[in-house]
């Protein structure tokens, strides 16, 4: 199975460069995956981006539960 830069596709590569390239993002990640686990903390982050008005990248990769809890794996 073809990947993008060792992600599942584009999107997940995407989504996974902004969580942990922008340090608000990534800070904010952590905390609620340290809270709730992988699995709750990207239902958090997803709630939390969508509160702020983020339901995309700014390259327009759109979040999800699933690419933002790929991009929180190895927080």
Known sequence: ???FN????WNHW???LWLN???GLYR???ELK?????AGGAVAMLDELSDMGKI?????????VTT???AMGDM
């Open 56 to 64: 995309e990248t700014p390259d327009g990769a759109p979040y999800s």
């Open 34 to 38: 340290r809270h709730h686990g992988s």
């Open 28 to 30: 904010t990640a952590r």
């Open 68 to 70: 933002i809890r790929a």
């Open 21 to 23: 390239n922008d340090e």
């Open 1 to 3: 199975m073809p990947t």
């Open 14 to 16: 995407n989504v996974s």
């Open 6 to 9: 060792g992600h599942k596709n």
